[in-house]
């Protein structure tokens, strides 16, 4: 149905009915879909009989024809139950139904005006008001039992009818005298709306007044009969009104202040505004738009109508602007006017037909599936996806899967390899049998590569193995690169490794430009088929550092013996590590194959002691002494103070050759030559904190004499001196050899720091003399205190010569007890003048006591 879009500048372009919308580059999305109604029910009273009026509800479809007769339809356009009315005998001007679809009114030029039950065998009301009836409403709550069933007439006036209680007689009763005949009435709530000559009046049924009169500013060209007026109410309190080509919003509220001569209600016009063609239907479509089923002013070249045109309004503060415009095709259209087209709409579903005599077509707006179904076909690929992924729950036919293979297609048609490939991924998840379609198409184009880096390569979710081989076979052959690449990437039994090797191994032989890269890949290959001794072989061929991790991970140390030193030659630091996995390599082993390189032997041996000090210093100090002196001397004094296996002489003279000082002062003070070691300290080094920190640690008066007769000659180092010396030794060693003449910077200072350092010095030396005698007085005290305390005596305590109790009844002899506890009867002991100590104790007087 649809012929061609509009952009928002109005621009339009004419296409004709079957032509491709894609082919308008600046076609926007449409906002309407359209189905014409082409059941057979339909088509044979097309084919008999014309339209002449519509109504619309959810449930049915009423058309009237102009033989009289009306027809009920689903939404399908088949006709329920075969049902038809044959009311008039002339053409239905109107048909108007309740809210719930139950009864209909329908009028006509004959007279007659019929209230019908759908449901029900007879019919409700029948009126024959003897003069042409051109419009009919009927109350939008009819459905219920009471003072609903009534309906409202226009012809000259407005006229209500009602069904009486009594004999069920129909009362009619006059609400307004028109001016003219009314063309037009729309009931909603308690609100009626009707048109007539002068204008659109709009009535309230429950007060019985008369709101407001809307007048027509009319022109003398302008026929009412060929410009019917369009009302629909959008909602309760809400008028659309079209009238030829303005277009009028009235808002429907209540009077601030209530005046008891005046309606409740006022209607205000909140917008009103001229359009550039006749208005044959005006609906509402959201809360800011506007549908208006057009007929064009102008006519084709032999004077016929053109086709009618559905236009979209946008409200923008004041004003309306075209969004969006369609061009429809309705059978007979080029010998139509304006008021042979009918437009009716169901507000809450945006639902709409629109009716010509011999057409029917139901409008609806673009549901998030229609939207994505026009991006596709649009090729707006990038919109559809997005639209998918916020959208997905209101989605019935569309799914990433549906709309991403196409997306897909078209990526591959416009060779855009590379991000058909990204999207594979997002499309095509887990799914084995969809992955492998897509990749035989990448396959055809010869760009596997594009999508290689997104192919499932979990275990869980593998292709088969030829799909894997066919990739790395493209890479072999136009990316050697890449293929070493994505062999790493790969696991191995993702393919089938065998195949692949032989497939390297012929462009080896075939291409040697390219012989580094397929023999870095082809060692890969053999450590997947574990043929480790061709891989090893490769690697160290090619010199390549992966070497030290396929030996560490397969242990294959056992065959790296005679390329000790090309491993060290390659990486140092990689071969050293391997080297001192004791489990595997003995040093034994890798020492004698580094003694050509006294550097790579300084590299391992290094990293043997810092490693494992205990088996180095047994055997290798002797060796590693020489080797730090030549490439570390920072390590060398470390590993002297630590360590004794090593030749102090050969050391000594291994320091001399090279002037390590600090090294030779270390090794003279170890073999006593305490003055040499000085004399190099204060000479050579000029250190005389070390010198002093020296003396310190020998703690030898000579040597301390010796620093100071060495620096007695230079005043700086007596100016040292002074400072430090105070808190070795007496400082009168130095003060009295200074040279009384003699300038030395910064004397006065130096001596107050001397003298406070002694002070201290004689301090601590006198604090420490008052603890110890103290300590002497209290142990002396706390021994004659013990030795002044009584023993206690009981029955258990037993003499230890006769071995009877000491405590004995009528026993007059007396007790000695040592202080060792050892207890005697007075008797029991040879002489008490002779004993001294404890005979137990003490064999004998003045010998240790008896263990």
Known sequence: MKENGENTNSQKNNFSEHEDDSSSADEIEPKLKYERLSSSDLLNILQKD??????????????????????????????????????????????????????????????????????????????????CVKSIAIDPLFYKLGNNRRFVTGDDRLELHEKTAFLSRIKSTVLCEA?????????????????????????????????????????????????????????????????????????????????????KFIVNPISTFQIDYFISGICPLDVSQLVILAYVKNKDENGKSLRPQMYILQAEENKYVEVYTDNLSLRGYPDYICSDYHFE??????????????????????????????????????????????????????????????????????????????????????????????????ARSGQLRAVSQYLPIDSNHQLDPHIYEMVLYEYLKIEPKNFVKIVKEWLPNLYNVHAVINAVLEHVVKDSDIQELLLESLAILYTHSEQYDKALNIYLRLKHKDVFQLIHKYELYKNIDSEIDNLMELDANQAINLFLNEKFMSPDLIIPRLQHNQYYLYLFLDALESKHFKLVSGKYHPQLVKLYANFAPSKLLPLLRCSDSYPIKEALTICKERNLYSEMVYLLGRIGNTKEALQLLIKNIGDMEQAIIFCKEHDD???????????LSKPEFITYLLQKIGTYVDPKILVKRIDPKMEIPGLKNSLVKMMRDYNLQISIKEGFKNIVISDCFDLHKRLVQMQQQGIAVNDDVVCSVCHQKMLLKNNKTNILIFYCRHSFHEDCLPSVDAVEKCIICYSQKGRLPMM
Not at 79 to 99: G, P
Request: include cysteine; aromatic fraction near 10%.
């Open 345 to 442: 709409c169901l507000v809450d579903e945006n639902l709409f037909i629109i009716v010509s005599p011999k057409d029917v077509v139901i409008a609806s707006i673009y549901d998030y599936d229609d939207r994505i179904d026009w991006l596709v076909d649009h090729n707006k690929f990038e919109e559809a996806m997005m639209l998918l992924t916020t959208k997905n729950r209101y989605l019935q036919r569309n799914n990433i899967l549906i709309v991403g293979k196409k997306y897909i297609d078209h990526l591959l048609e416009e060779k855009q390899f590379l991000k058909a490939g990204q999207l594979c991924a997002k499309v095509l998840g887990n799914n084995k049998e969809l992955w492998q379609i897509e990749v035989f198409k990448f």
């Open 50 to 131: 014309a339209v002449s009026c519509v109504a619309f509800h959810p449930k049915i479809i009423c058309i009237g024809t102009r033989w009289g007769v009306v027809h009920l339809l689903d939404h399908q356009g088949n006709t329920i139950h075969n049902e038809h009315l044959k009311a008039h005998t002339v053409a239905v001007n109107q048909i108007s139904m309740d809210i719930k679809g139950d009864f209909i009114t329908t009028c006509s030029d004959d007279g007659k005006a019929y209230a019908y039950g759908l449901y029900t065998e007879d019919h409700v009301l029948e009126l024959n008001l003897g003069r």
């Open 179 to 263: 001016v003219g005949r009314v063309q037009n009435i729309k009931w909603y709530n308690r609100f009626i709306a009707w048109v007539c000559d002068v204008g659109v009046r709009v009535y309230d049924i429950i007060d019985r007044a008369s709101l407001v009169l809307i007048q027509w500013n009319r022109s003398e060209n302008i026929i009412p009969e060929n410009f019917p007026c369009c009302l629909c109410w959008k909602n309760n309190n809400t008028l659309l009104i079209g009238w030829v080509d303005t277009v009028r919003v009235c808002k429907i509220e209540k009077r601030n202040s209530v005046i008891k001569e005046l309606p």
């Open 701 to 711: 008066l000579e040597l301390w004499e010796e620093l100071v007769k060495h620096s």
